[in-house]
């Protein structure tokens, strides 16, 4: 299983940006797809996943009602809509999959098994 992320850049705070995650898997929709990153000095965190396209989706608190989370299962692509950006979302951020995965652990990073590369969000004036 491969993930490819892509759509990090440089930003201005109040911008948007869209993150895909694509995955080489044969049954895309019944997967959990899952977003992490992690900043400067800290540690990965937990910011959003879509359980198994049951229409299920979790956030974390300091993400919810700005980032969407969002698949293609024909795509086979995953997405996070990040909206009004601000500097402490400067991060590296991961896309992350399991079909394991059960929905109690959906934000226990150690639930996924496979994770993408890591794409770049700064987001700066």
Not at 15 to 36: E, P
Not at 40 to 50: I, Q, S, W
Not at 57 to 84: C, E, H, P, W
Request: hydrophobic content about 35%.
């Amino acid at each position: 299983v491969q993930l490819q992320a892509s759509g990090g850049g440089l930003v201005q705070p109040g911008d948007s940006l869209r993150l895909s995650c694509a995955a080489s898997v044969r049954t895309f929709s019944g997967w959990t797809m899952g977003w992490f990153r992690r900043a400067p000095g800290k540690e990965r965190e937990f910011l959003a996943a879509d359980f198994r396209s049951t229409g299920s989706t979790s956030y974390t608190d300091s993400v919810k009602g700005r980032f969407i989370i969002s698949r293609d299962n024909a795509k086979k692509t995953v997405y996070l809509q990040m909206n009004n950006l601000k500097p402490e979302d400067t991060a590296v951020y991961f896309c992350a999959a399991s079909n394991r995965l059960i929905y109690s652990t959906l934000h226990n990073q150690n639930a996924y098994h496979y994770w993408g590369q890591g794409t770049l969000v700064t987001v700066s004036s």
